[in-house]
């Protein structure tokens, strides 16, 4: 699969491993319109995700730099309470996952490549 340099890069620099299927065990906790999944280093993409890969790519790939950078158990715990803490403080289910930090930034990671060389 050919991906632009700013996402091989990312790959290279997380060590993290890409595939463009859900593994079977994967298929039955996830929803139709889920894209891509991080679990530890190994990002999941939903095959047939077409012109969204590369956003795709880059929110899962910030997602690997947190968990590089909190640990991988850290990282879960973290997200699930601050989910937890969001859906206490009265938000919505969706609300609540797209406030959690690790979200936030990982959505501004969609937009923006990381690295841009001049
Ligand atoms: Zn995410």
Known sequence: MKLPFEINEAIAETRARVRFHYPWWLRPFLMERVG???IGRRIYVRSGVGEHLHRLLRHELEHVRQINKKG???FYI???VEY???VRAGMTSYDAY?????????????EVPRS???
């Open 36 to 38: 891509a999944i991080t």
């Open 72 to 74: 991988l158990l850290r």
């Open 78 to 80: 973290l997200y699930v």
């Open 84 to 86: 937890l803490k969001n």
């Open 98 to 110: 797209r406030n959690i930090s690790f979200e936030r930034d990982a959505y501004a990671a969609e």
């Open 116 to 118: 841009v060389d001049v």
